[in-house]
């Protein structure tokens, strides 16, 4: 089933990618997304567009992996853009870039989910 819940917050984006990513949930995850978005992911790659981050995302989640949210730090908010970044578990730094869209939700717009250890 696929969870379409839209993000009313930027940091929402981060929480909802975990919920999904554990339940297997590709469709959700490419959801989280604009149509046209870039996903540095796996490190080295450039996914663009949602049939690639789909692509991406179908092998991922093939691999069962079992995502706890890390440290979720303050959205920085510039009128409809928003830096998002998290610290995981294994020391990896992600950082996002989110649009407020035209219904006010949010989504990513370019995604880096390894920048750094």
Do not use: C, K
Not at 36 to 59: C, K, N
Not at 62 to 67: I, N
Not at 84 to 108: C, F, K, Y
């Amino acid at each position: 089933m696929t969870d379409n819940r839209a993000a009313t917050e930027p940091n929402d984006l981060g929480r909802y990618f975990v919920e999904r990513a554990n339940a297997g949930d590709v469709a959700g995850l490419v959801a989280l997304y604009e149509p046209d978005a870039v996903l540095a992911f796996p490190p080295g790659r450039l996914a663009t567009g949602h049939a690639e981050i789909r692509e991406v995302y179908e092998q991922f989640v093939a691999a069962a992996p079992v995502l706890s949210p890390g440290r979720q730090h303050p959205a920085l908010v510039a009128g409809d853009l928003a830096l998002t970044a998290a610290t995981l578990t294994n020391g990896d730094v992600t950082v996002e870039i989110a649009r407020r869209q035209p219904d006010g939700s949010w989504l990513w717009a370019a995604d880096q989910p390894a920048l750094a250890r």
